[in-house]
């Protein structure tokens, strides 16, 4: 199976590329140049792999959440790419790719990406292995508005750590077992979690892939940052 992923939902930009057990992948952090590099970026992992376009048989992208511009970049591309050649898309979480960065020694895992405006995107899943199950809703919100479920050490992970941690401190129930502010949601993992997917033929058209922003507004009003 050949399968290429696009990831642009935070201020990395993602390829990756999926040919049989090879995989060949393109990673930069690019704030506001994603559709400069997006494209290229799926030309030369193809060119690398030997394949042209033609030759995919499924896309995957990830949906969001994340920055508005992000996600529409990536949502839009992988439609267009899927529309021309007739092929499926698998959609999978950003919240869920970055959350398959953490160690797989146990622990849950909460993903949390920094939504700005003192708010998080975030999500808690529990890996093993290459499986990844979410153990409810992605949601955002303020920091200090999360509420987690009762449980041992978390390892954490995303922006919203690096951004919020003395915040998150306080709603979390013990300290992280493991924790890392300076990762991104990743190609390669989006990926990952839609090989099985594919395999299993759980792909979409892509006329129905919808972005998943959580929230619908981009900026504070002046009397909302005077309330804050």
């Not at 690398?48 to 529409?72: C, I, K, S």
């Not at 898309?89 to 950003?94: F, G, K, N, R």
Request: hydrophobic letters at 50%; charged letters at 25%.
């Amino acid at each position: 199976m050949n399968l290429l992923a696009i990831e642009t939902a935070t201020e990395c930009c993602s390829v990756a590329l999926v040919a049989g057990a090879r995989l060949f992948e393109r990673s930069e952090l690019a704030p506001r140049r994603h559709a400069e590099l997006l494209l290229p970026m799926c030309e030369e992992v193809l060119a690398e792999a030997g394949l042209a376009r033609r030759d995919l048989d499924v896309l995957a992208v990830g949906r969001g959440p994340g920055a508005f511009t992000g996600v529409r970049l990536a949502v839009s591309a992988a439609q267009g790419i899927a529309l021309a050649l007739g092929i499926p898309v698998v959609p999978v979480s950003s919240l869920a790719a970055l959350a398959m960065q953490a160690p797989d020694d146990g622990a849950d895992v909460l993903a949390v990406i920094d939504a700005r405006m003192g708010e998080v995107y975030a999500g808690l899943f529990r890996r093993n292995g290459e499986h990844l199950d979410s153990l409810g809703e992605e949601t955002v919100g303020r920091a200090d508005a999360l509420r987690l479920p009762r449980s041992e050490a978390l390892n954490v992970i995303g922006t919203g750590w690096s951004s919020y941690r003395e915040v998150l401190e306080t709603v979390l129930m013990s300290p992280p077992r493991w924790a890392d502010g300076a990762r991104y949601p990743q190609a390669a993992d989006v990926a990952r979690i839609a090989l099985p997917i594919a395999a299993a033929g759980g792909g979409i058209a892509a006329d129905r892939v919808q972005p998943v922003y959580l929230r619908d507004k981009v900026a504070l009003t002046l009397a909302e940052q005077r309330r804050r």
